[in-house]
């Protein structure tokens, strides 16, 4: 899935981490997009991606609520743009269960246009310092 606008981002990825849906997410980034998760797996393609994501969400992020926050959108040429989005995730859970508590978190996602829209062609999500 590409997007219309780069300013769509945010939206659609809190949506697809509501979900649980590892696919959706991963459907964001181009074919050869590269990838950090919050959880430091560094992924690369659109395949690793989606079966990162799916882990991730059968551990840590199984009950992980995501809370849409500040963000801004810098257009940095025809066709490329930065998104820097803030999130909130509550729920998250240690390996033996346990409530991990609430983590401030920021997507950095460089995006480009192509003839379907807009898809994220390299993207980092980390714990706010």
């Known amino acids: 899935m590409t997007l219309p606008d780069p300013a769509d981002l945010p939206r659609a990825f809190a949506a697809a981490?509501?979900?649980?849906?590892?696919v959706a997410l991963a459907d964001l980034f181009a074919e050869d997009a590269d990838?950090?998760?919050?959880?430091?797996?560094a992924a690369e393609g659109r395949a690793e991606?989606?079966?990162?994501?799916?882990?991730?969400f059968s551990g840590a992020f199984a009950r992980a609520r995501l809370v849409t926050g500040r963000g801004k959108m810098r257009p940095v040429g025809?066709?490329?743009a930065v998104?820097?989005?803030?999130?909130?995730?509550?729920?998250?859970?240690?390996?033996?269960?346990?409530?991990?508590?609430?983590?401030?978190?920021v997507l950095a996602a460089t995006l480009a246009a192509g003839p379907a829209g807009w898809a994220i062609v390299a993207a980092q999500f980390v714990a706010e310092a």
């Open 49 to 56: 991606i989606a079966e990162v994501l799916a882990g991730e």
């Open 83 to 105: 998104v820097l989005q803030r999130y909130v995730l509550s729920g998250l859970v240690h390996a033996d269960g346990s409530d991990a508590g609430r983590v401030g978190a």
């Open 17 to 22: 981490w509501g979900a649980r849906d590892a």
């Open 35 to 41: 990838f950090l998760t919050l959880t430091g797996a």
């Open 78 to 80: 025809p066709g490329a």
